[in-house]
């Protein structure tokens, strides 16, 4: 089991900055590929952006191609995903995955993550 924890949530402003953690407890030996999937008021829950277990991997969803950042600290057993030029179109819940394998989430997108956060909320003002 492995439990994923989001934090670094909150209000800013179009144009700000936000940094969004996600902190990993439990049977981290493993290799997991991680991903942040986001769901807006009224949304189906979306893709964002992912990496593999060594970092050598990533894919961004084109709305956030260019502006999000994700990396990972496996020494601190921690996900990032740095946010900026953000716009009132990326408000959302913001969650947190885990997927065994890149390929997991590569061929199955949310289906392939076996692991999910609870999320944490940014809101972004006009």
């Known amino acids: 089991q492995v439990q994923l924890v989001e934090s670094g949530g909150g209000l800013v402003q179009a144009g700000d900055s936000l940094r969004l953690s996600c902190a990993a407890s439990?049977?981290?030996?493993?290799?997991?590929?991680m991903a942040w999937f986001r769901q807006a008021p009224g949304k189906e829950r979306e893709f964002v952006a992912a990496?593999?277990?060594?970092?050598?991997?990533?894919n961004y969803a084109g709305s956030v191609k260019g502006r999000f950042t994700i990396s990972r600290d496996n020494a601190r057993n921690t996900v990032y995903l740095q946010m900026n030029s953000l716009k009132p179109d990326d408000t959302a819940v913001y969650y947190c995955?885990?997927?065994?394998?890149?390929?997991?989430?590569?061929?199955?997108?949310?289906?392939?993550?076996?692991?999910w956060g609870k999320g944490t909320l940014v809101t972004v003002s006009s």
């Open positions: 995955a885990a997927a065994r394998t890149w390929n997991d989430y590569d061929t199955q997108g949310a289906y392939g993550m076996e692991y």
């Open positions: 439990g049977r981290t030996s493993s290799s997991y590929a």
């Open positions: 990496i593999s277990w060594g970092g050598g991997s990533t």
